[in-house]
């Protein structure tokens, strides 16, 4: 099992920044890709960007340009640094690892629990 700590939510008003992290543990080895979701109330859960093991990087066109995803492998940790933000903005955001288990159950998601961000215009 892994189990994914997200922090760094809050209320910002639009304009600003903030920075969310999301820190990893337990049964770590094998994950490959990680990636940051948002989800609206009533509203499916959408990808925002992600980060392979690599450190290769895509992102939703909404965010391009205004948030960055890194990763820290020593620290297990991913991080979205998100700039410029826009009431749109607002949502849960969650985090994603994805691991590879073994060629029968191939590939697991894990989820953190999520974090508010709210921005205010």
């Known amino acids: 099992q892994v189990q994914l700590l997200e922090s760094g939510g809050g209320l910002v008003q639009a304009g600003r920044s903030l920075r969310l992290s999301c820190a990893a543990s337990?049964?770590?080895?094998?994950?490959?890709?990680m990636g940051w979701y948002r989800q609206v109330f009533g509203k499916q859960r959408d990808v925002i960007a992600t980060?392979?093991?690599?450190?290769?990087?895509n992102y939703a066109d909404s965010v391009k340009g205004r948030f960055t995803i890194s990763r820290d492998n020593a620290k297990n940790t991913v991080y979205l640094h998100m700039n410029s933000l826009k009431p749109e903005d607002t949502a849960v955001y969650y985090c994603?690892?994805?691991?590879?288990?073994?060629?029968?159950?191939?590939?697991?998601?894990?989820w953190g629990q999520g974090t508010q961000v709210t921005v205010s215009s």
């Open positions: 994603n690892a994805a691991q590879f288990v073994d060629a029968r159950v191939g590939i697991v998601d894990y």
């Open positions: 337990g049964r770590i080895f094998g994950i490959n890709a």
């Open positions: 980060i392979s093991s690599s450190g290769s990087t």
